[in-house]
């Protein structure tokens, strides 16, 4: 396991993007002061930003992951209680070069709590990182 100084010189050393200081922040800095619960309150903390957002379509969940710099979000399959999305972009490239601990928590919940106001339904998000296909798969799950 890395150590904190070997986890911030990597991030901004090795990791060529606009995102470096996010980075540093996200995955050093927010997880050492959130602790084991981290990845808990990082997705309860995405669905209370997206509750602070009106969200009427798809179209402006993809706007925001693109503004936000998290990368470039496509709308998947759409099966009966289940809808699947891809997370892809250069700074999911250059995190997965590296040999960080990352996790799309944060992510996970906004896009669940979007879908839930999106579809009138409550929802939940589970993230898989898909190294070799350089991806973020997400499958929000319509709960009944």
Excluded at 46 to 66: H, P, S
Excluded at 68 to 78: C, I, N, S
Aim: aromatic share 10%; hydrophobic share 35%; glycine share 8%.
């Amino acid at each position: 396991m890395h150590s904190n100084l070997q986890k911030i010189e990597e991030i901004t050393e090795n990791l060529q993007t606009n995102g470096c200081g996010y980075d540093l922040l996200r995955y050093v800095c927010l997880p050492d002061l959130l602790g084991k619960d981290a990845t808990t309150i990082l997705y309860v903390l995405g669905k209370n930003i997206a509750r602070q957002l009106t969200w009427e379509n798809y179209d402006q969940v993809k706007a925001f992951f693109y503004k936000t710099g998290w990368g470039e979000l496509t709308e998947g399959k759409e099966k009966r209680g289940e809808h699947e999305f891809t997370l892809t972009g250069s700074a999911i490239t250059q995190r997965m070069k590296r040999n960080l601990d990352t996790d799309y928590r944060l992510e996970a919940g906004i896009l669940a709590e979007a879908m839930q106001q999106i579809k009138g339904i409550d929802c939940e998000c589970r993230e898989e990182i898909k190294p070799r296909k350089n991806c973020v798969e997400f499958k929000v799950i319509y709960i009944k």
